[in-house]
């Protein structure tokens, strides 16, 4: 079973900066031929896509975040990160990880929870 442990989370003041990780237990070249997707949840809120990075390394971000956060891959380490700058409070959530794979699988992170103060 495939499974995904992020890391990175935690409380800070908005302005401030903070970088996700997510490692996944799979191969390497089942890790490079997914998508990684971050998702994140507000409190009382649907989860909803922050930004993704394909096979191909194309990106794509909300618009809520884009100029903020950038999200990158490395296949060697089987990690995607997300590196979230000019935090505000309204990006307060669980961040989730999720990797859709090349045959159609989908597995997800446990969540990690961030708090930006204001």
């Known amino acids: 079973q495939v499974q995904l442990v992020e890391s990175g989370g935690g409380l800070v003041q908005a302005g401030g900066s903070l970088r996700l990780s997510c490692v996944a237990s799979i191969s390497t070249f089942g890790f490079a031929m997914s998508t990684m997707v971050w998702h994140r949840q507000a409190p009382g809120k649907q989860r909803e896509v922050v930004a993704s990075i394909s096979k191909n390394r194309t990106t794509n971000y909300a618009d809520s975040v884009k100029g903020r956060f950038t999200v990158s891959r490395d296949n060697f380490r089987n990690t995607v990160s997300l590196q979230m700058n000019s935090l505000k409070p309204e990006d307060t959530g669980v961040y989730y990880c999720?990797?859709?794979?090349?045959?159609?699988?989908?597995?997800w992170g446990q969540g990690t929870q961030v708090t930006v103060s204001s």
């Open positions: 999720n990797m859709r794979t090349d045959i159609g699988d989908d597995y």
